[in-house]
């Protein structure tokens, strides 16, 4: 499959950079650099590119459709052991199945139904599968996820499921402009964060390590907000090219 190493030439200066940026953030935030996680977001890219971050050691990959995600793993299935998949798409009922067999996260678990058949369809022997609750944080029509009042009663339940492993909350803010808009849904998920450990805990549940925001260009805002584990796509790969996309096309 990765016929040519050229293409993917620019890919360990640019996850150089990346992480460069990521260590930049945290110091400024008075945090660890190893306290923020870097998903690298192959969506659209070949298996090919994925192999190629692995090679600049890049372990964990994001995707955004269930089709093209499984496509490469199968793909690159020689390497699965090395290799950590996040599902960070809308994800339908009908597709929990291959997520529940297939992937090792899934970052937007948006419906406590979409989690039950998930729990239901983990095959055992094999770990829990590792669950962000997505949180629609900008209450946009448009995005799917819990409204921040939903969100308590979302992840008392997700930790509850038996094949599942609540991780923490996921979000895609609204892109907005200038510092203090773009600023306030993501100190608006930390706080969401606090509150919903502290009603685990209350509980008796394990808390949450995981906040995941941020993206190729809000990824050090996000980090001074508290992010754990950044998104980031165009920024190692490049621009996407949507022709091939959701039909589990490597391009
Ligand atoms: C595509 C995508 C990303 C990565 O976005 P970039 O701007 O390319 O870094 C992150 N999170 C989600 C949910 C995405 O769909």
Redesign the pocket.
């Known amino acids: 499959m990765p016929q040519d190493t050229a293409p993917h030439a620019q890919l360990a200066p640019n996850l150089a950079e990346v992480r460069r940026r990521i260590a930049d953030a945290a110091k400024a935030a008075g945090r660890a650099p190893e306290a923020v996680t870097l998903l690298a977001?192959s969506?659209t890219f070949e298996a090919g590119a994925v192999s190629a971050a692995l090679d600049a050691g890049q372990r964990a990959f994001?995707e955004?459709y269930v089709q093209e995600g499984v496509a490469k793993i199968a793909t690159l299935a020689s390497l699965r052991e090395e290799l950590q998949w996040h599902l960070?798409?809308p994800l339908q009922s009908n597709k929990t199945r291959l997520v529940a067999e297939q992937f090792d996260w899934v970052h937007s678990v948006d419906r406590l139904r979409i989690a039950e058949r998930l729990s239901e369809q983990r095959p055992l022997g094999i770990a829990s599968l590792q669950i962000c609750v997505q949180v629609n944080i900008s209450g946009e029509e448009s995005k799917s996820g819990f409204t921040p009042q939903e969100t308590d009663a979302a992840v008392l339940a997700v930790a509850r499921l038996p094949q599942l492993r609540l991780r923490g909350l996921m979000a895609?803010p609204e892109p907005a402009e200038g510092e203090a808009p773009s600023r306030a849904p993501l100190a608006a998920m930390r706080k969401l964060f606090d509150q919903c450990n502290a009603a685990l805990s209350a509980a008796g549940l394990a808390p949450m390590d995981t906040l995941s925001m941020g993206?190729?260009?809000d990824l050090e805002t996000a980090i001074l907000e508290g992010a754990t584990m950044v998104?980031?796509?165009?920024?190692i790969f490049g621009a996407r090219d949507y022709a091939g996309a959701g039909k589990g096309l490597a391009r």
């Not at 998104?231 to 920024?235: F, H, K, L, Q």
């Open positions: 977001v969506k994001g955004n960070i798409g895609i993206m190729s260009a998104r980031v796509g165009t920024a």
